[in-house]
């Protein structure tokens, strides 16, 4: 090989160690069903498609560039096909829909980590972005209050982060994980936030608080009946739980019984369980009063 191939060869893979990856990943086996009617899509058994994958990504890893995995959802793709006019039964239009996830899904950086780790997480990472949409777009299309004239999303958003910032604050220190549930329109809501208490502050990651406050601020915009569970854990203690209504824009303390029910009761049979050993149920503790939290009568 002469030494001008072989600097071209170099260089090529050089560039290729800076192109990014993005591979679409069939999670379950309903979606892999799902794709098996397109003639162009290769694989009968969805074992053996996740074994080829991980190959495939094991693969991308050893070349040094940066690969990420996002969901793969058939019907999305479909509605993607009718939509640009492109034919779903041929490969180029499956990459056209995987990059067009790349700028606009969920997606998990892929860093060696087996699919047994990665799935989970890519899951979770798509229930959370599809919540943080709902919640967006609840908060976008809410309009202005007929009686103040303000925009209803904005101003239920800045209450929701005021309400969070205040419960932080009075939960204190320790290691907190909050809970909230608002009811949408097929579904529930649900947003989790890890804080860590400190005296005089509170710090969490700001991505999770902002997906947290949007649900929050769903609520409140909608006039949902949601709810707000806390969970205080420091070291040689006894965790701690709280919970509080969402009602009339503001979050209610629900009283120790009604903390005790909601943790020890199966939600889908009703049927009473086992309190976790080592945690205290206790009521809700009251917010401090903000002057601008004037909600009631004016969205």
């Not at 009617?37 to 994958?53: C, E, G, K, S």
């Not at 890519?122 to 599809?130: E, N």
């Not at 309009?143 to 309400?163: N, S």
């Given at each position: 090989m002469t030494r001008t191939g072989?600097?071209?060869?170099h260089l090529r893979r050089a560039l290729r160690r800076e192109v990014p990856s993005t591979v679409g990943l069939l999670a379950d086996e309903h979606d892999f069903t799902?794709?098996?009617?397109?003639?162009?899509?290769?694989?009968d058994d969805h074992t053996t498609y996740l074994r080829q994958v991980e190959a495939l990504l094991r693969t991308l890893a050893t070349q040094g560039g940066h690969t990420t995995v996002t969901l793969f959802d058939p019907e999305e793709y479909a509605a993607y096909c009718a939509e640009t006019a492109i034919d779903p039964d041929h490969p180029t239009s499956r990459s056209r829909f995987t990059?067009?996830?790349?700028?606009?899904g969920a997606q998990v950086t892929y860093t060696g980590q087996p699919l047994s780790t990665l799935l989970p997480e890519l899951v979770d990472t798509?229930?959370?972005?599809?919540?943080w949409e709902y919640a967006t777009t609840v908060l976008a299309t809410t309009g202005d209050c007929a009686t103040c004239g303000k925009d209803i999303g904005r101003a239920a958003f800045e209450r929701a982060a005021r309400l969070l910032a205040r419960l932080l604050d009075a939960a204190g220190p320790g290691t907190h994980h909050l809970v909230c549930s608002v009811p949408a329109a097929d579904d529930q809501l649900l947003a989790v936030l890890h804080a860590h208490g400190t005296p005089g502050a509170a710090t969490a990651d700001d991505a999770a608080t902002a997906e947290f406050t949007?649900?929050?601020?769903?609520g409140i915009a909608?006039?949902?009946?949601?709810?707000?569970?806390?969970?205080t854990s420091n070291p040689g203690e006894r965790d701690r739980l709280h919970g509080w209504r969402l009602t009339g824009g503001t979050l209610t303390p629900l009283t120790e019984a009604e903390v005790f029910a909601a943790y020890c009761t199966d939600a889908g049979t009703g049927e009473p369980l086992s309190p976790?050993?080592?945690?205290?149920h206790r009521a809700g503790f009251p917010l401090t009063p903000d002057p601008d939290d004037?909600?009631?009568?004016?969205?």
């Amino acid at each position: 090989m002469t030494r001008t191939g072989t600097t071209q060869a170099h260089l090529r893979r050089a560039l290729r160690r800076e192109v990014p990856s993005t591979v679409g990943l069939l999670a379950d086996e309903h979606d892999f069903t799902a794709m098996r009617q397109y003639r162009t899509f290769a694989f009968d058994d969805h074992t053996t498609y996740l074994r080829q994958v991980e190959a495939l990504l094991r693969t991308l890893a050893t070349q040094g560039g940066h690969t990420t995995v996002t969901l793969f959802d058939p019907e999305e793709y479909a509605a993607y096909c009718a939509e640009t006019a492109i034919d779903p039964d041929h490969p180029t239009s499956r990459s056209r829909f995987t990059a067009h996830l790349a700028a606009t899904g969920a997606q998990v950086t892929y860093t060696g980590q087996p699919l047994s780790t990665l799935l989970p997480e890519l899951v979770d990472t798509a229930v959370r972005h599809a919540t943080w949409e709902y919640a967006t777009t609840v908060l976008a299309t809410t309009g202005d209050c007929a009686t103040c004239g303000k925009d209803i999303g904005r101003a239920a958003f800045e209450r929701a982060a005021r309400l969070l910032a205040r419960l932080l604050d009075a939960a204190g220190p320790g290691t907190h994980h909050l809970v909230c549930s608002v009811p949408a329109a097929d579904d529930q809501l649900l947003a989790v936030l890890h804080a860590h208490g400190t005296p005089g502050a509170a710090t969490a990651d700001d991505a999770a608080t902002a997906e947290f406050t949007a649900v929050l601020a769903a609520g409140i915009a909608l006039g949902a009946p949601g709810g707000l569970v806390l969970r205080t854990s420091n070291p040689g203690e006894r965790d701690r739980l709280h919970g509080w209504r969402l009602t009339g824009g503001t979050l209610t303390p629900l009283t120790e019984a009604e903390v005790f029910a909601a943790y020890c009761t199966d939600a889908g049979t009703g049927e009473p369980l086992s309190p976790e050993p080592g945690v205290d149920h206790r009521a809700g503790f009251p917010l401090t009063p903000d002057p601008d939290d004037d909600w009631t009568g004016h969205h």
